[in-house]
């Protein structure tokens, strides 16, 4: 089992920054996929951003070159820097984690509680 704690999620004006933050904790053999996705309301949930353990990234059309997705395998955690923000990045933003609970092949979802990501224009 894993869990997902999320941080870092605020109100910035657009043009703006963020830094949010996900740790992982708990009992598993391994985490594959660390990512974020976001859901706006109204919407369905889109994929923002994702790592896998070895460093491929992969991004979103709509925040690449704005977004950077970052990863320390040390302490399980995955970052995203958002940039240049704008007033359609406003959504709830959670964490996703594909993880082997131990050495079988078979991989689980987890997901943090989400975190509110607001820019005003």
């Known amino acids: 089992q894993v869990q997902l704690v999320e941080s870092g999620g605020g109100l910035v004006q657009a043009g703006g920054s963020l830094r949010l933050s996900c740790a992982a904790s708990?009992?598993?053999?391994?985490?594959?996929?660390m990512g974020w996705y976001r859901q706006a309301p109204g919407k369905q949930r889109e994929l923002v951003a994702g790592?896998?353990?070895?460093?491929?990234?992969n991004y979103a059309d709509s925040v690449k070159g704005r977004f950077t997705i970052s990863r320390d395998n040390a302490k399980n955690t995955v970052y995203l820097q958002m940039n240049s923000l704008r007033p359609d990045d406003t959504a709830v933003y959670y964490c996703?984690?594909?993880?082997?609970?131990?050495?079988?092949?078979?991989?689980?979802?987890?997901w943090g509680q989400g975190t509110q990501v607001t820019v005003s224009a």
């Open positions: 708990g009992r598993f053999f391994s985490i594959n996929q």
């Open positions: 790592t896998t353990s070895g460093g491929t990234t």
């Open positions: 996703n984690a594909k993880a082997q609970n131990d050495y079988r092949p078979a991989e689980f979802n987890y």
